[in-house]
């Protein structure tokens, strides 16, 4: 049996900002409903990938800006580093590791994402 992780959820604190800050980022909006007046979903997918990201109001009592360690995988740290810069996130250098090179940045509520690129393989 397949299991397939689609959506995660991110806790932020306000759900317009949150999908201004992501569709910044080149990630595609698919969808912002509010089928009920106290509950709305936002999702958003990254470019290639097959997992998406969600945020709501009136469903989770997550924290904002509690999520860690949420990773994207690129081809080439650099290019991804000069990707982010040019959108305007606040992103550190280029971090070698035997793992990979990774990236790291954060949302508008303190929400953490590492973007690497892996390690070439045997």
Same mark, same amino acid.
């Given at each position: 049996?397949?299991?397939?992780? @689609?959506?995660?959820?991110?806790?932020? &604190?306000?759900?317009?900002?949150?999908?201004?800050?992501?569709?910044?980022?080149? =990630?595609?909006?698919?969808?912002?409903?509010?089928?009920?007046?106290?509950?709305?979903?936002? /999702?958003?997918?990254?470019?290639? &990938?097959?997992? #998406?990201?969600?945020?709501?109001?009136?469903?989770?009592?997550?924290?904002?800006? &509690?999520?860690?360690?949420?990773?994207?995988? $690129?081809?080439?740290?650099?290019?991804?580093? @000069?990707?982010?810069?040019?959108?305007?996130? @606040? $992103?550190?250098?280029? /971090?070698?590791?035997?793992?990979?090179?990774?990236?790291?940045? #954060?949302?508008?509520?303190?929400? &953490? =994402?590492?973007?690497? /690129?892996?390690?070439?393989?045997?």
């Amino acid at each position: 049996m397949d299991m397939k992780l @689609e959506v995660v959820v991110i806790p932020v &604190s306000d759900v317009d900002k949150a999908r201004d800050f992501y569709q910044a980022l080149g =990630w595609r909006l698919d969808a912002d409903v509010a089928p009920a007046p106290d509950y709305r979903v936002v /999702q958003l997918t990254p470019p290639g &990938s097959a997992c #998406s990201i969600s945020f709501t109001t009136g469903v989770h009592n997550m924290q904002p800006g &509690s999520l860690e360690g949420l990773q994207l995988v $690129v081809d080439d740290a650099d290019a991804a580093r @000069e990707a982010l810069i040019q959108r305007g996130v @606040e $992103v550190g250098e280029v /971090q070698e590791f035997p793992w990979g090179r990774f990236v790291f940045f #954060s949302d508008p509520d303190g929400n &953490s =994402w590492s973007v690497q /690129q892996l390690p070439p393989r045997p």
